[in-house]
């Protein structure tokens, strides 16, 4: 996230181009605000646009507009989405999903940087920048004649990929955090929640993502009575893991051995900085507060009873 953000720091002034990809509910909205509200457009409107939503018979007269006349019901000229955002930003959400002939104009749109209203041939000319997001790998649309190659990369001049939750999860005890923050207050519950509780919610593969996360955290803030603390039994068991009674089987072999190399690792390190935490969460590129949420999920104590948690050095 710290490489996304670099990004986004570095191209929010420039007009180019930028294609978001990551998978649904990494944040890709986020991001695309984020590049306006950075930039000298910020002033002007952010116009987004789920190209998913929109029916395609009504795509083209979505984006460009009409003349009067243009077809039945066309009562009167109107703006579309293009013309509104002038000076600002287009936000193409889904941009996957847009029909062939769609493409096609986007396209001449993004070159020309002017359209035609549908029912009109007088070119309009706007000053827009334009992001677009897909949660699907567009190389594989391509290669099934669903995106033409030559729009993807127009869209893709400045790539960011948003990685899913599950591959930073050490982000996971700040977005609760955050989230939990915001609910309180819009809920007006004053709920707390368990290192415990977090920890068991950090094991969670979260396809959702970031969005599943608030979610959560809405519903167990509203589900929660005021000065209550969320505790690990209140997790819902879907994101607990926890199952009825059941013999032992491969993932539960694999899930013991990563979290046995987790612990002896973490315990490596602590004695490797005489247990100081700051220190040691420092060496793994981790937050103080998340280094210990684990330490408390994996039960280990600044002053453990045994040596057989500890690797060899020379294996670290």
């Known amino acids: 996230m710290q490489k996304v953000l670099e990004i986004?720091?570095?191209?929010?002034?420039?007009?180019?181009?930028?294609?978001?990809?990551?998978?649904?509910?990494?944040?890709?909205?986020?991001?695309?605000?984020?590049?306006?509200?950075?930039?000298?457009?910020?002033?002007?409107?952010?116009?987004?646009i789920n190209c998913g939503a929109i029916p395609p018979e009504l795509m083209e007269s979505e984006l460009f507009g009409f003349e009067k006349g243009a077809f039945t019901g066309a009562h009167a000229r109107k703006a579309g989405r293009f013309e509104h955002a002038d000076g600002g930003t287009v936000f193409l959400d889904e941009v996957?999903?847009?029909?062939?002939?769609?493409?096609?104009?986007?396209?001449?749109?993004?070159?020309?940087?002017?359209?035609?209203?549908?029912?009109?041939?007088?070119?309009?000319?706007?000053?827009?920048?334009?992001?677009?997001?897909?949660n699907e790998r567009?190389?594989?649309?391509?290669?099934?004649?669903?995106?033409?190659?030559?729009?993807?990369?127009?869209?893709?001049?400045?790539?960011?990929?948003?990685?899913?939750?599950?591959?930073?999860?050490?982000?996971?005890?700040?977005?609760?955090?955050?989230?939990?923050d915001r609910h309180k207050k819009s809920l007006q519950r004053n709920v707390?929640?368990?290192?415990?509780?977090?920890?068991?919610?950090?094991?969670y593969d979260w396809p959702g993502n970031v969005r599943?996360?608030?979610?959560?955290?809405?519903?167990?803030?509203?589900?929660?009575?005021?000065?209550?603390?969320?505790?690990?039994?209140?997790?819902?068991?879907?994101?607990?893991?926890?199952?009825?009674?059941?013999?032992?089987g491969p993932a539960d072999g694999l899930k013991d051995a990563c979290r046995e190399f987790e612990r002896r690792y973490i315990t490596a390190v602590l004695r490797k900085t005489d247990w100081n935490r700051s220190e040691a969460a420092h060496l793994m590129k981790v937050h103080r507060?998340?280094?210990?949420?684990?330490?408390?999920?994996?039960e280990i104590t600044d002053a453990p009873t045994t040596e057989a948690c500890a690797p060899e050095t020379s294996r670290l």
């Not at 707390?192 to 094991?203: D, H, K, N, S, Y």
């Not at 955290?217 to 509203?222: F, I, K």
């Not at 039994?233 to 926890?242: H, K, L, T, V």
Request: positive net charge.
């Open 212 to 248: 599943e996360l608030e979610n959560l955290v809405e519903r167990l803030v509203a589900l929660s009575s005021s000065g209550e603390v969320i505790r690990a039994s209140g997790i819902p068991a879907e994101y607990s893991g926890r199952k009825a009674p059941q013999g032992p």
């Open 96 to 134: 996957s999903a847009l029909p062939m002939h769609m493409q096609v104009k986007l396209l001449r749109a993004l070159q020309e940087r002017s359209f035609e209203r549908v029912g009109g041939n007088a070119p309009i000319k706007v000053d827009i920048r334009v992001i677009a997001a897909a």
């Open 192 to 203: 707390g929640i368990a290192g415990e509780a977090v920890a068991v919610l950090m094991e």
């Open 138 to 180: 567009l190389e594989e649309a391509i290669r099934d004649s669903r995106f033409r190659a030559d729009l993807y990369y127009r869209l893709r001049v400045v790539p960011i990929e948003l990685p899913p939750l599950r591959e930073r999860r050490e982000d996971i005890p700040l977005l609760i955090e955050y989230f939990l």
């Open 289 to 298: 507060n998340t280094l210990l949420l684990k330490m408390k999920g994996l």
């Open 8 to 48: 986004i720091e570095r191209v929010a002034r420039l007009p180019s181009t930028v294609l978001i990809t990551g998978e649904s509910g990494t944040g890709k909205e986020l991001v695309a605000r984020s590049l306006h509200d950075s930039s000298e457009r910020r002033a002007r409107p952010f116009v987004a």
